[in-house]
Structures are given as structure tokens and as C-alpha cells.
């Protein structure tokens, strides 16, 4: 198989990976930070090893980190713990599901108004489309750090930088870059990053986080046993027990750390730059293919993840992933749960197929891709 | 290592679970449902064959089935999608911070009311308590199956008729019996089960569900991409799509199959069984040592988990584990996140040592404990 949907999860994951899943399986497979027999002390420090490394990676105290089952959770968590009723937020024109959903909800509860700042290629309408929402009663905006179905890049650090100013607080969804591109809490400005651990970070499926800077004051979606503060009712107020309730996921959270290992051997950077290699060689192909239908600029270097996304004549995208498929390409068809993305790219209509190269994929993959394509 | 902490998650895993958990990692670790590739299908099918298997184990139809990341998310999505301002609640006296802090919060927020049933072992007295707290504006009964610490069981058939008689939805959380005592939707007469996939049904961590009885509404916790309506800025209305947004935790669930397979292969009976004559000799030969302080009657079946806790001399809990560990022997001590329990049996100032034997344990784990005890 020559996979291409590495945007819904990495595959395959690097051995360190699955190595680290699997002794992860077999030895600390133990309640952490509850027991106090070796094994269970133990599997506490390497989870917090994975806090270390993750903290260490997009600037945050490691005690900040809270695992979650994926990145929904993560967003749901730091949105929802940080609106009060009466108050505004921006979001942008490009959310997913993930976001749109939970500040829809939001919205129709009559807790909270939601304003849609418009993408715009160029940095400084962008970040101008969101300053121009602000109210005195917006308290919180969320973007995403690229779009997971045209793989556009927000200038996060900028819209960082206005929203601090203001003291509003800045949520970043990194589902798709968090991994590859650099986002780090104070270069980039923001107070929470959500993120999956499966995806860019090359983890096992069933992990993400939330990682909160200090000092920000979070409302909890889930309470339950922390194994700290017992006899209290109410959730702890420290991190990361008050947004970890319940048994985590040891092994997922332990290769999820394994990834982390992997990038940083590779270089971030290196592994960045033979993806968006891929990504224009995808692109350029599919550019010089006059019955395919491309919606975006060539991705450049630091303006885009390695997405592309496209339709193939008048078929639908479901038809094209379908062929695609029988010849044992996998990508994904359809609207990616992004439906403001395909409003704003117009591709409202039929979705689009997209391919999402990773770091294991050879410039023979996309050889094959386009080859077969043309037989459509 | 003497492992007796399968309260807090099961060890070992049976062989079956650990393979299934390798080859869900290496086979069927894409994304379900979102793809149209033959990967992703035959990942959503083998998904789907997990509900069926706990649909089947439990009395829900398939579908129903929403997979969580452990018994406390599932939990905290039952209940809070249960209440609306102005309810009341009724849970036991023995509730988990599971549930006690769920409901604390809503109490504390000024959305629910919570009236707290005294456990007895009488099962008339039992269920009368609950029934004697009943208003015009009790709509939500949460029991657990058998209390964490003690083990000692709530006949919950008989307190579900009691509810299902006055239409007041019961929510029954079978942290510590799901996969080793009989619990069916139908003939115990409950609504909605919450429990984990990493105990008594002995998959991986990081692993739980709800399952919810057909016809149940339900606001929901979270909301995300689902892969379905994905125009549609509402979460979907249909199960299991409305409770499961982002990801989800394909190996961990896989595993929780396997599990089940474990478990119909060997008799959940036969389990049960073992555990409780394990429990007993645990039991008796604590109660045959005179430094040992026991808490409940002797464990006979049916009418407790095989749970023991106990403590010794005037030592604290903490220290008597600490003893254990240097021993290699795996318990817990403290408060196991219940301290309602430890307020009703008396043992807030110490909490207690907990003995929670598995299938896997035999007759000489339970002598080596008993010898080594003595030595403290």
C-alpha cells in the first residue's frame, strides 16, 4: 500500500514506535501515580518522561501536559474550560469539526458568540481579519496552525502577538503540524496547544494533549479520580491531575514519547522538508495533469503543511479515493469534518481528495500515484 | 511480582490480549470509518466486532456501544448528558470520585440537587434507602455494581425496577464487575453502563465505554469530526458517532475484544469463581491473624466483588503496601478515590490496604502474602 492519509493518523509509525508500544505493553502497563509497588512508580516516570518531552518540544513546564485520547478531547477541554456566558470568540474560516462543533454548541446554548475570521494567504490581512472581530467581550480565539484539508499555514505567532495585547486568550489547534513545524507558547504567542499524538508526533492512535502555560485558569469538562487530594469533591486545581481523571493510556502515551525521539533524531526540520519535497512533487504532477483541479498556491516552505488536496475531472472525490484505492493508495475523500474549509475554498460541493505525505514516503510513491490517476 | 492491584488495571494480560493489542498495531491502525481504503474498512469492521461483542456481553445493541478512553469519561458523558437544571440525583454511599465529583460539580454549580443512598446488606434495606429518597424532581439514579474498596455488591436489578418503575433513568458504573459478574441492560433494569475495557475485561489501558439502551437521549460532553454529517455544524443524533469524536484508540479496543474472547472461552463464571475463592482465602487468613482489621463479612458470591481491603496494626495503609512492594507484592493503599466509602465503613483516617486478586492468581500468592504479612 502506498499511504497517503497520514492527516487522519501517521502510518507506518517508526520502530522505536512500535518497540516502545509493545515493551510499553508488557511492562508498565501499571495504574501510574497510583500504586506504590515498583512497577506502578515506574510507569509514573516514564509518563512523566513523555511530559519532559513534550513540554520540551512546544515550551511548556512538563507538569502542564495532560494527556487526552486525542485532540477533540484536548479542544473540547481548553475551549469549554475557558468561556464564560456573555463571551465572544473568534475562530477562523478554515476550523474543524473539532472546533466548529464545539463553539456551534456553544453558540446555540446562548453561552457564548462565535465571530469566523477569514484566512488570507497574505500575513497581514490575516492576522488583520481577526484583529478586526475583536470586542470588548471576546475573551478567546482559536485557530488552527494549518488547515487540515488545504494545508495553508496561519501566521500563528502574529495573531499570538494581538491577542496578548489585548490579554484574550489564544487556543491553538496543532492537529495537523504539531510534529513537524515548529509551536512553541512563548515564541508563538498562545496559551494552550491541543494536539493528537498519533499524527505528526507518530505515536500510537488513542493519545493527544493539552498543553496549558502557566498560571492559565482552566474550568474542568471531566472530574474523577486523580489518586491526589482523595477525600476532597472538588477536581484538583493543579496540573496535570485536574484534567487526567481516570486511568490513562500507558502505552499509547509511551510511544507517543518514542515519536518524540524519532523527530528529534531526524531533525524536525529535515523530516519537514522531505514531506513538503513530497508535497510539491504531489502537487507539480498533479499541476501538469490538465484534468486535475488543484486549489491552492504551490505549498511553500513555512506557509503550508505537506496537504494537498484536489478533484480529478467532474467525478466526485469519493469516486477518485475509491479507484485510488483499488489500485491500493490510500487517501482520504470527502470533507475531512472541515465543512467551513470547503465553504471557503468552494469546494462545498464535492469535497476533496486529499493526499497527506509523511516522512517514510519516496519519491517512487508519488511516481506510482500520479501514473495511476491518469488511467482514471 | 505478586500482583493483587488489578482493582486499578489487570495484570498480566492474557496472551491473547497482548497479540491482538501487537497486531491491532501493526494491521488495523488506521483511521475507521474515514477512509474508503481496504485498511480503514477492515479497521471499522473489526471496531464494529468489538461492539458486538460487548453489546452481546451486555445487553445493548451494537451500535450502541460508544467507546470512551476509560469508565471515568464514560461516566462523566452519562451523567452530565442525563441532567438539566433543576434535577435531582440519587447516588449510593459508596460512589467513586468518578461519580462524586461529577456530581459535586453539578451541585456546586447549581444545576442538580444529590441525595446520597446508604448502602446495606440487606437488599430490601438497600433499595429501600434509594426509593425513601425519590421527589417529584429525582430523575437520574447513578449506583455502582460493586463498591470499589469493600466489594460488596448493590443489588441493582432491584433498585433499576424501582427506577425503571417511575421512569427515573439509572446509570450503573461496573468499574469493578464488567466482564466478571452477569450485568444485562434488560434484566438488571438499567439505562446506561459505564465501564473500563482495562479491568475485568482485561484489554489494554486507556480503553473504556458507554453503553447507552436504545431510545435513551443524551446531551453530549464533547464534540468533534465523526466522519459523518460532516456539513453539518451539529453533532450527529445516531450512536455511536455522537459519542465518539476525533480518533479513536483502535488497538486498545481491539484488545478489549480479545479480552472478551478470553473471557467467553474460559466462563465468566469459572472467572468469577476463582477470584472469589482466592478473595476468601485472602480473607480468612487475615481473619485468622490477629494484628489483620477486616471491614465486611466474609465474601460469598454473588454478594461481593473479589475485593478485600483490610489494615493492620496501627500502621498507616500507605506503609503496609510500602512493606508489600519491598516484598514484590503489588497492592494499593489509601483512599482508591472513594472517599464516601471511607466515610461510610470508617476508614477516613487511614484508608485501607486493597487485595484485588485476578484470574491469574493462585493459591501460593495468597500464601506468600499471608507469610509475608506476618513479618511486619
Known amino acids: 500500500m502506498i499511504y497517503f492519509d497520514n492527516g487522519a493518523t501517521s502510518f507506518p509509525k517508526p520502530n522505536i514506535v512500535m518497540q516502545s508500544a509493545l515493551n510499553a505493553i508488557r511492562n508498565f502497563s501499571f495504574n501510574s501515580g497510583r500504586g506504590g509497588y515498583r512497577q506502578s512508580v515506574r510507569a509514573a516516570e516514564k509518563i512523566y518522561s513523555v511530559r519532559e518531552k513534550v513540554g520540551s518540544m512546544f515550551g511548556f513546564e512538563p507538569q502542564n501536559i495532560a494527556f487526552t485520547k486525542n485532540c477533540t478531547e484536548a479542544l473540547n477541554t481548553a475551549i469549554k474550560g475557558s468561556v464564560k456566558k456573555g463571551d465572544r470568540i473568534i475562530i477562523s474560516s478554515l476550523e474543524h469539526n473539532a472546533v466548529w462543533r464545539v463553539v456551534s454548541k456553544l453558540k446555540n446554548e446562548g453561552i457564548a458568540e462565535v465571530d469566523i475570521a477569514d484566512y488570507d494567504y497574505d500575513d497581514d490581512v490575516c492576522v488583520s481579519n481577526f484583529v478586526k472581530l475583536i470586542k470588548p467581550d471576546t475573551k478567546l480565539i482559536v485557530c488552527m496552525s494549518t488547515s487540515n484539508v488545504f494545508g495553508v499555514a496561519f501566521p500563528i505567532a502574529k495573531i499570538g502577538a494581538e491577542a496578548k495585547k489585548r490579554n484574550i486568550r489564544f487556543i491553538v489547534d496543532g492537529a495537523q503540524t504539531a510534529g513537524i513545524m515548529p509551536l512553541n507558547a ?51 486545581d493543579f496540573m496535570p491531575d485536574r484534567f487526567e481523571s481516570g486511568t490513562l493510556n500507558n502505552s499509547g502515551i509511551i510511544s507517543l514519547g518514542a515519536g518524540i525521539d524519532f523527530i528529534n533524531a531526524k531533525g524536525m526540520k529535515n523530516i519537514y522538508m522531505h514531506e513538503m519535497r513530497t508535497a510539491r512533487l504531489l502537487y507539480d504532477g498533479l499541476n501538469q495533469d490538465s484534468n486535475a483541479v ?29 479507484f485510488l484505492a483499488k489500485n491500493d493508495i490510500a487517501v482520504r475523500a470527502g470533507y475531512h469534518c472541515s465543512p467551513l474549509a470547503h465553504k ?32 482514471l
Chains 1, 2 share one sequence.
Open 186 to 236: 512563548e515564541t508563538d504567542n498562545f496559551d494552550i496547544l491541543c494536539a493528537p499524538g498519533h499524527k505528526c508526533l507518530l505515536g500510537q492512535m488513542g493519545t493527544g494533549f493539552m498543553a496549558v502555560k502557566e498560571g492559565i485558569s482552566l474550568n474542568t469538562l471531566e472530574e474523577g479520580g486523580t489518586g491526589s487530594n482523595s477525600l476532597d469533591s472538588a477536581q484538583p
Open 344 to 375: 471557503f475554498f468552494g469546494t462545498w460541493d464535492r469535497g476533496t481528495v486529499r493526499l497527506c505525505p509523511s516522512v517514510f514516503n519516496s519519491v517512487k510513491d508519488c511516481e506510482f500515484f500520479l501514473n495511476t490517476l491518469k488511467k
Open 294 to 322: 488543484l486549489y491552492t498556491p504551490r505549498p511553500v516552505n513555512g506557509k503550508f503543511a505537506p496537504i494537498v488536496s484536489f478533484n480529478y475531472k467532474d467525478y466526485s472525490s469519493e469516486k477518485v479515493a475509491a
